[in-house]
């Protein structure tokens, strides 16, 4: 993708821009640097950021109690919802975030230039939910799980809204039983009945996990029966195109209250579920892997991992060169015909940008 050229103009005002947030940063740092000798604040806390607005967080202490709007010093950069966080209570209400924690993960998708975004850290899964409607494409979810697979968080496939599923399952069906088989987690939910997201549930559990889908899927709609006591926004599927609007405009994380199951008789008490926590991030309509090459994307089908490294050429391309591992496998019926194109067609749409 060309970057747009921008006039002089543009990069004067740019300029501009960034250097009055700068000032503004140095001069609350200043502030902040003057508070803290001066014993205003409180001492260093650990916590977790559980939203992020710019130049603030939102941060629940560690030891439990509200979260606490915070603002960051100005030598800490690139925080995301769910860092682990060191910081300081003020007197008036509000804190200051001192530092960040190591991370055991961070998990990134390029913007529209292809500029790597932290989206979200201190992740163990990544929940890759589609629906019965809108339909989903296996190119699209095996796009999800490379860049799951990239990230080295364990991808799990969340199917959304299985009472629209026919009775027979049909292809869609087909499509969950090779994932399964491939050894990927698979899940079946619905906010249409009261057992509906049992298995969610258990998936959740003592967990830190992040939605990710396109638009119209249901992640909000899954969370606000999760977290019946949140407020969350959900937008409807447009009626022309069936596909959903984007209602979530930062990522943000959700702790999952101790719950029963939905199942139990009634009068009799349901199994105790300790709670876990997730992420609910802006929905995207396609996980952009601009950030990976060939070899990336190819070690992204979990399947081909076996194969890769084998081939007659070292510089084997996987199209039609003589003793291509990835292709005698898929005429053995080794690695599914439909996985291979879906690889293909990631790797074509990468060389034309």
Not at 91 to 110: H, I, K, T
Request: charged share 30%; net charge negative.
């Amino acid at each position: 993708m060309s970057k747009r050229k921008l006039s002089r103009q543009q990069r004067w005002r740019i300029e501009k821009i960034h250097a009055e947030r700068t000032k503004r940063a140095e001069q609350r740092d200043g502030r902040d640097t003057a508070r803290l000798a001066a014993g205003e604040y409180g001492p260093e806390q650990s916590g977790r950021v559980i939203a992020h607005f710019g130049r603030s967080l939102e941060v629940a202490p560690t030891d439990g109690g509200d979260a606490v709007r915070c603002h960051l010093r100005a030598n800490l950069e690139g925080l995301v919802t769910g860092d682990w966080v060191v910081w300081r209570a003020g007197q008036d209400g509000s804190g200051v975030v001192v530092a960040r924690q190591p991370r055991d993960n961070v998990l990134e998708r390029p913007d529209a230039r292809g500029r790597l975004k932290p989206v979200a850290a201190g992740i163990d899964q990544i929940l890759i939910v589609f629906a019965v409607e809108p339909e989903p494409h296996s190119n699209l979810i095996d796009r999800y799980l490379v860049a799951a697979e990239a990230t080295g968080i364990a991808p799990v496939l969340v199917l959304n809204k299985v009472d629209l599923l026919p009775d027979e399952g049909g292809e869609l069906r087909t499509l969950l039983d090779r994932y399964a088989a491939l050894g990927y987690p698979v899940v079946t939910t619905t906010t249409a009945t009261s057992s509906g997201l049992d298995a969610l549930h258990r998936q959740l559990k003592d967990r830190t996990s992040v939605f990710v889908g396109q638009s119209g899927v249901g992640k909000s709609s899954l969370i606000d029966r999760l977290l019946p006591n949140e407020d969350l926004r959900i937008g409807a599927l447009s009626a022309d195109s069936r596909k959903g609007t984007h209602t979530t405009t930062t990522a943000r994380l959700y702790r999952l209250p101790s719950s029963t199951t939905d199942n139990a008789p009634d009068g009799a008490p349901g199994e105790e579920d300790s709670g876990g926590e997730l992420i609910d991030s802006p929905g995207i309509r396609e996980f952009g892997l601009t950030h990976l090459n060939a070899d990336q994307v190819a070690d992204g089908f979990i399947e081909f991992r076996d194969y890769l490294g084998h081939c007659r050429f070292r510089d084997c391309r996987h199209r039609a060169e003589p003793g291509c591992a990835l292709l005698n496998a898929v005429e053995r019926g080794e690695i599914h015909a439909d996985r291979f194109a879906s690889y293909r067609h990631i790797v074509d749409s990468l060389e034309e940008n």
